[in-house]
């Protein structure tokens, strides 16, 4: 049983991470990336790593999502001054 479990996690570990890589839209991606986050971080918890679990739902769910968001609004906003400057 715990094996199908860890099978099935790792399929849906592949198929959010090529989710990720085939998305073409910066924000699209960054929430994808959350999604992959929080699959990894249920991972990580099946193989008994609950600790390496907790720090990839902070990091790689919930911050590393955030920052990539906050800097596509800042390019954008950038793009959007400059073109207005013009």
């Known amino acids: 049983m715990a094996d199908a479990v860890i099978v099935v ?3 849906l570990v592949a198929a959010s991470a090529t ?3 085939a998305t073409r ?8 990336l959350s999604v992959l986050g929080v699959v ?5 918890t ?6 390496v679990g907790l720090s990839q739902l902070a990091v ?3 911050l590393t999502p955030l920052l990539l968001m906050l800097t ?7 793009g959007q001054e400059k073109g207005r400057g013009r």
């Open 46 to 51: 099946v193989l008994q790593a609950p600790d």
């Open 19 to 21: 989710v990720a890589v």
């Open 40 to 44: 990894l971080a249920v991972l990580f």
């Open 25 to 32: 839209d910066p924000v699209r991606q960054a929430l994808v």
């Open 9 to 11: 996690a790792l399929l």
């Open 60 to 62: 790689g769910s919930a």
């Open 72 to 78: 596509v609004r800042k390019v954008r906003r950038r």
